[in-house]
T-cell receptor, first 113, second 112 residues
Framework: NAGVTQTPKFQVLKTGQSMTLQCAQDMNHNSMYWYRQDPGMGLRLIYYSASEGTTDKGEVPNGYNVSRLNKREFSLRLESAAPSQTSVYFC????????????FGQGTRLTVV | GENVEQHPSTLSVQEGDSAVIKCTYSDSASNYFPWYKQELGKRPQLIIDIRSNVGEKKDQRIAVTLNKTAKHFSLHITETQPEDSAVYFCAALYNAGNMLTFGGGTRLMVKP
């Protein structure tokens, strides 16, 4: 049982490049989330998907897009990376919206130069 | 939206002492308050949570208290050990259960 798996673990991008962060969970959870974590700051919600087929903006959605490909997978896309998007990105999932424990992936450390 | 303030940002205690971390939230409709522990370079993991119909919850050396009137909740760790050293995040759930808002985190250092 792998839980929540993110790829890649590390990535360096040049300004203006695009990339997609992949996330998959094997716990049959309905809800999935993308957070970013900056030094000295908490986790800030980028986008979430309360259930398969739905996605909604979180606190800091600008510059990102998401796709809930199926119940297992939730991807995050940066269309034109900017240095301000340098951060650690965490994917998470929970059984029922946010009212149960959120399980996090191991994180993706993204640097935009 | 919800706003969660967490204090202190850093906390240093001697092994065996108690540690208390406090959080306040803004949305009175928030009804679920989890606490996550993040060790260096690792992912956040849930350590305890409390729902709005409960005032206090304990799990061994960890306890959480909730004051809905004042809109604040606290994490209490007793008999701290070096392995308790980590960053702790509080969070509050609002918007009909769709969004979990995190506090800024507290770096706890337990000195042996």
């Amino acid at each position: 049982n792998a839980g929540v798996t993110q790829t890649p673990k590390f990535q360096v991008l040049k300004t203006g490049q695009s990339m997609t962060l992949q996330c998959a969970q094997d716990m049959n959870h309905n809800s999935m989330y993308w957070y970013r974590q900056d030094p000295g700051m908490g986790l800030r919600l980028i986008y979430y998907s309360a259930s398969e087929g739905t996605t909604d903006k979180g606190e800091v959605p600008n510059g990102y897009n998401v796709s809930r490909l199926n119940k297992r997978e939730f991807s995050l896309r940066l269309e034109s990376a900017a240095p301000s998007q340098t951060s650690v990105y965490f994917c998470a999932s929970s059984e029922i919206r946010g009212e149960t424990e959120a399980f996090f992936g191991q994180g993706t450390r993204l640097t935009v130069v | 939206g919800e706003n969660v303030e967490q204090h202190p940002s850093t906390l240093s205690v001697q092994e065996g002492d108690s540690a208390v971390i406090k959080c306040t939230y803004s949305d009175s409709a928030s009804n679920y308050f989890p606490w996550y522990k993040q060790e260096l370079g690792k992912r956040p993991q849930l350590i305890i949570d409390i729902r709005s119909n409960v005032g206090e919850k304990k799990d061994q050396r960890i306890a959480v208290t909730l004051n809905k009137t004042a809109k604040h909740f606290s994490l209490h760790i007793t008999e701290t050990q070096p392995e308790d050293s980590a960053v702790y995040f509080c969070a509050a759930l609002y918007n009909a259960g769709n969004m979990l808002t995190f506090g800024g985190g507290t770096r706890l250092m337990v000195k042996p």
